[in-house]
């Protein structure tokens, strides 16, 4: 079974708060990675630009109360309608994570602060969907952080850690823990575990020792310690999630070089006289989220030679060996679609 993943032609770097840069015109909608702190719009194929915003004391007071005791991060998707004067109104929350703590009611909460830029695309709503990150620590000498996955369990390690009690579903376990100089994890201790009887805290602990992240070196300067939180989802290893190798809530480590892109347009194309295209690579992930073996699959419009340099251009790509909801990604089977846009004369 395949799962379609959308990529993007390039990925837009965030500052803490502040709007992604405008998007290239061969960008199509992307799984990309959140940003270190709150925000990132995701909805339509064009950047857009929030005039306003929750305040740093508002994002504080919608945090969940039973989560901050003990510092956990979470995420949510909020939908909203746009108003006329460009503000989000009736938020509701469509995904929320880990599920039943409290981060979507939080985040729905906070769709009241927002106001896009009436000039904006996505100001003509009628609706948006934006995703926010919550993440808090509860010591002052401490700094969590969220950075990139450098390695990160296998379909294969899941499995072998999966509870003899676990009965078959899949748990959910939030781990705190500690970060070395080297990227990896210690001191772990459990914050969230659903079903909590069935010792899934345990098997996470025991996985603990396959992650390890990327560090940014700013970090390690400022003296105090820094923690990350990390999802797993431990799906039964007799399961079809298991066993067929689902990927949910995908992120992209690197993306596509908008240039490159524009020299790898199909001739085949050029000569008909289109000058846009999408193609279907399906690939398969490595253990450290690169995307191997990949051969075309039908494009669109067909028989242009879209697919092939989708397929040629998808191995720059890179997911992170660890799922937003807390899932491996080696050995999965993936559809990239890759837009092609020919550059203007």
């Known amino acids: 079974m395949f799962v379609s993943l959308m990529a993007a032609a390039a990925l837009a770097a965030s500052a803490p708060v502040q709007p992604p840069p405008a998007a290239s015109p061969s960008a199509v909608p992307a799984n990309l990675p959140p940003p270190p ?16 915003r929750p305040s740093p004391n508002a994002l504080a007071a919608a945090y969940p109360k039973g989560p901050a005791s003990v510092g956990m991060s979470g995420r949510a998707v909020i939908h909203c309608a746009v108003n006329a004067a460009a503000w989000l109104t009736r938020c509701q929350a469509a995904e929320e994570l880990p599920a039943g703590v409290g981060f979507g009611p939080a985040a729905a909460s906070l769709g009241r602060y927002f106001r896009l830029d009436p000039a ?9 969907d934006v995703p926010i990150t919550f993440a808090m620590s509860n010591l002052e000498s401490e700094v969590l952080v969220d950075g990139p996955w450098l390695a990160a369990p296998t379909f294969s390690q899941v499995a072998a850690a999966y509870p003899e009690i676990g009965g078959g579903v899949a748990g959910v376990v939030v781990l705190h823990c ?53 999802t797993l989802r431990l799906a039964a290893p007799f399961g079809d999630e298991a066993k067929e190798k689902k990927i949910a809530a995908p992120s992209w480590l690197s993306g596509l070089d908008p240039t490159a892109i524009g020299k790898m347009f199909p001739s085949q194309a050029t000569a ?23 051969h075309p699959a039908p494009g669109e419009p067909a028989d242009l030679g879209f697919s092939e340099a989708a397929a040629k251009a998808a191995p720059a790509m890179r997911l992170s060996p660890w799922t937003e909801n807390g899932g491996p990604v080696d050995g999965a089977a993936v559809r990239v679609p890759i837009r092609f846009v020919q550059a203007a004369k």
């Open 120 to 128: 904006s695309e996505a100001a003509k709503g009628p609706f948006i």
């Open 272 to 294: 008909k006289g289109v000058t846009s295209g999408l193609g279907y690579a399906d690939c398969v992930v490595g253990a450290d989220g690169s995307l191997t073996d990949c």
């Open 37 to 52: 702190a709150n925000l990132l719009p995701v909805s339509g194929e064009r950047s857009f630009l929030f005039l306003d």
């Open 178 to 230: 500690g970060l070395d100089h080297d990227g990896r994890l210690r001191a772990c201790k459990t914050l969230y575990a659903k079903p909590s009887d069935r010792e899934f805290d345990t098997a996470a602990l025991k996985l603990s020792r396959f992650f390890r992240m990327k560090l940014d070196p700013a970090w390690l300067k400022g003296g105090q310690s820094i923690a990350t939180n990390v």
